[in-house]
């Protein structure tokens, strides 16, 4: 191996020469600055409390320069000394006349030494590299050093890289376009994608510049030697049309013998055998795949919701729908909240979009729009007690009723189900028995029990009130009965006077039956 080049005594020379070896306290402000130091200047704040501390390790290293001084190691340690607001620094003066090649190397040994081979990022040590290597061949050809073997090896000594991280910064500054080097330099790409581009010719680093000038984040090594790989074959297109962000064409190693042959057009992309072909790239490949399965799943959701279309459930579903729209609800935003978001499942196309509705959303959505629950899910069959409640009091109302359905509410009450039974065997037009004149063996067994009025009269409530603390029969918006008190606008349980009930009365009636002890 090469003799390792003595930096430290060329250092020591210099010293000599200038017979000065002692150490000098020169003021900060007569030190200018070396516009040739490339070194970054980190972490002074943290340097300067190591100073404070423990003080200064190791003095800086300057040139005479008339009645200033250029500094030539040390950038660190003065502005740290400036941050503490020294007046002096002790410094290492050189001569005034030292030779500018031994001054290089002194700049650059001296501030890796004193960073333990850190302080150049990648994109600096190449032009570093430059002025070293140009500094020792001026040495060697004027007899100063001798350098055998590499000169590489010395200049990587000189910084403290290794011999590749030199060759690799060396190539990326001679090979990498101007557009990539600003890119480096300001760290928008690393070393191994600067590496990787440089080994592309001219026009393919400018061709991906283009593409990638604004999504420089998206780009690595990997895909910048795809994309080498692919211009290499010479068919494929720059970047892969299935891909939404740049990608490079893959595979086109299989595919060359067939484009060769004239087998294959080159991108798979718009081939029309991309779904058979044995050197379809993985991409398309991918992506057929993906297509044929969500194919295969909308192919299974059509027989699932064909098999929900055919069940009692899509019928009820179905007659939701349609007597929703009676009542004008043709969509779910023209219901109240909260029920408005329960109740997509009866409007959509898709069952399966969303969450059928529950016991109780099917209860709320009756009540809202005012409906018979077994109405709202069967129509209307014999029986819909809700809707049949309601239309025996406007009968009862009614003078004299003519409505003749076979099926009306008890108008005393004291039905259990709260439906005449009589009327079912009967074809009079009379809504109770109460009102019909004929003397028949199909009347009401209720009627000896009832009131002894010839129909219970309803009154609309609050446009017709009762009298003061009389007990009245009444209907309630929910569709039930119960027995109330009236007091000052305000309903009250005969069995609890004092206690105000928060109900909303629509018809009462003076008709009371007796108590029959049936419940």
């Known amino acids: 191996m090469a003799k390792r080049l003595d930096v430290g005594a060329l250092l020591g020379a210099a010293v000599s020469d200038s017979n000065t070896m002692q150490v000098h306290d020169i003021p900060l ?50 502005n740290a000394l400036a941050l503490l607001d020294r007046k002096t620094a002790p410094c290492i003066v050189l001569a005034a006349d030292l030779d500018p090649s031994r001054r290089t190397l002194i700049l650059h040994w001296t501030n890796t030494m004193a960073r333990g081979g850190a302080g ?41 890289v290794s011999e590749a991280a030199l060759a690799r910064a060396k190539a990326i500054d001679n090979h990498l376009i101007a557009a990539w080097k600003a890119d480096y330099k300001k760290a928008h790409i690393n070393e191994a994608v600067a590496y990787e581009l440089q080994g592309c010719d001219e026009r393919l680093q400018e061709q991906l510049r283009g ?42 190693d299989k595919r060359a013998a067939a484009v060769k042959r004239g087998e294959c057009p080159g991108c798979c992309h718009d081939c029309e055998r991309s779904e058979s072909c ?36 899509a019928a009820v579903r179905q007659h939701m729908r349609a007597m929703l729209a009676q009542y004008g609800v043709t969509a779910p935003n023209e219901l109240d909240e909260p029920l408005c978001y329960r109740v997509g499942w009866v409007f959509t196309d898709d069952p399966f979009a969303y969450r059928a509705l529950d016991l109780a959303d099917t209860f709320a959505l009756a009540e809202q729009i005012g409906i018979d629950l077994q109405e709202l ?27 003749n359905v076979n099926s009306h509410v008890c108008v005393t009450g004291l039905s259990k189900y709260g439906v005449c039974g009589a009327a079912q065997c009967c074809d009079e037009s009379y809504a109770c028995c109460i009102a019909c004149p004929k003397d028949c063996n199909g009347r009401c067994g209720w009627l000896p029990k009832a009131t002894p009025q010839p129909a219970p009269v309803w009154h609309p409530y609050p446009a017709e009130q009762p009298d003061e603390e009389q007990v009245v029969l009444v209907r309630k918006s929910n569709g039930y009965y119960s027995a109330l008190v009236y007091r000052e606008g305000a309903w009250y349980l005969p069995e609890i006077p004092d206690s105000q009930m928060d109900v909303q009365v629509e018809w009462w009636s003076a008709a009371l039956p007796p108590k029959t002890g049936r419940e």
Do not use: M
């Open 278 to 313: 044995e050197w379809v790239c993985g991409k398309v490949s991918k992506a057929n795949r993906a297509h044929a399965e969500a194919e295969a799943r909308q192919e299974e959701h059509e027989r699932e919701i064909d098999a929900f279309e055919a069940s009692p459930l």
């Open 29 to 78: 402000a007569a030190i200018d600055e070396n516009e040739d130091n490339r070194y970054d200047q980190w972490n002074i704040d943290e340097l300067a409390e190591s100073i404070q501390v423990v003080g200064l390790q190791q003095p800086l290293v300057v040139q005479a320069n008339g009645e200033r001084y250029l500094l030539i190691a040390g950038h660190r340690r003065r």
């Open 120 to 160: 150049l990022t990648g994109s600096e040590v190449a032009g570093a590299a430059r002025e070293i290597e140009a500094a020792l061949v001026d040495l060697k050809q004027r007899g100063v050093v001798e350098l055998p073997g590499k000169l590489r090896e010395y200049v990587a000594g000189v910084l403290q």
């Open 377 to 403: 899910l069967f129509g209307n069959p014999a029986g819909a007690p809700l809707r049949e409640l309601a239309q025996g009091i406007e009968q009862a109302v009614a003078e004299p009723p003519q409505v």
């Open 211 to 252: 593409v990638y000038q604004d999504r420089l984040w998206c780009l690595d090594a990997k895909k910048v030697r795809a994309h080498k790989k692919a211009d290499a074959a010479g068919f494929a297109p720059l970047t892969c049309p299935a891909e939404r962000s740049p990608e490079p064409c893959v595979s086109t």
